[in-house]
């Protein structure tokens, strides 16, 4: 399958600072990519999707002020949170579609969207 | 996206075949059924996907029922290091909507 990175992998910042979290496509080129977040224990939630060269669309009740979402090229999306707190502590994890390295795209079939290793952030 | 329903936990043994069931009645024709796993503090491994017919990779096969109503996740074999969550995806939108998955324990 095809391979997207994050960086950092873990963070510990403290209250009110920023925090930039960068993910890569590192095989292919992702028309999309999304931002997730993930509590202990719980599933993931969709926090905004983002094409490059657009503005990024939030999930209802993701403050996009907080959450600032770059798309800067077709391998690269960055995700900020700014002026963090404690409740902001979380995994996340970003994913990008695209078509699977030495697949061939079919027509009409849907891309498949594959994961980053996530960034566990810790805010003080 | 269609949701799906998958029970909370299920035990395997060791070298067994581990069938993961869900259910989607809501699907709709152009929606494709996925799976992915996630192993503790990690991000999400696909696994497979397909619209109607039944797949088999090197990871797993996916059965999918003939009203496309409900589909198997099958792991032939069970090793230790399959021990995860497993999401059971439906999707033909934009976004991949994730649930609360099954937790699935292979136990030697």
């Known amino acids: 399958g095809a391979v997207v990175s994050q960086h950092p992998s873990r963070v510990i910042c403290k209250s009110g600072t920023s925090v930039k979290i960068e993910c890569r496509s590192l095989?292919?080129?992702?028309?999309?990519m999304f931002w997730y977040r993930q509590f202990p224990k719980q599933s993931l939630m969709l926090m905004a999707t983002?094409?490059?060269?657009?503005?990024?669309t939030y999930e209802q009740g993701v403050e996009k002020d907080k959450f600032l979402i770059n798309h800067a090229s077709l391998t690269l999306s960055t995700l900020t949170v700014t002026s963090a707190h404690p409740e902001d502590s979380s995994f996340y994890i970003c994913?990008?579609?695209?078509w699977g390295q030495g697949r061939i795209a079919a027509t009409l079939e849907r891309e498949t969207q594959y994961f980053g290793p996530g960034t566990r952030l810790l805010v003080l | 996206d269609a949701k799906t329903t998958q029970p909370p936990s299920m035990d395997c043994a060791e070298g067994r075949a581990a069938n993961l069931p869900c259910n989607h009645s809501?699907?709709?024709?152009?929606?494709?059924v996925y799976w992915y796993r996630q192993i503790h503090s990690q991000g999400p491994q696909y696994i497979i996907h397909?619209?109607?017919n039944n797949e088999t990779n090197e990871m797993a096969s996916l059965i999918i029922t003939e009203d496309r109503k409900s589909s198997t996740l099958i792991l032939p074999h069970a090793t230790l290091r399959d021990t995860a969550v497993y999401y059971c995806?439906?999707?033909?939108?934009?976004?991949?909507?994730f649930g609360a998955g099954t937790r699935l324990f292979v136990k030697a």
């Open positions: 095989d292919f080129q992702a028309t999309t």
């Open positions: 397909g619209l109607k």
């Open positions: 995806i439906v999707a033909g939108g934009f976004k991949t909507i």
């Open positions: 809501t699907i709709s024709g152009n929606e494709y």
């Open positions: 994913s990008a579609r695209g």
């Open positions: 983002s094409n490059e060269g657009s503005k990024a």
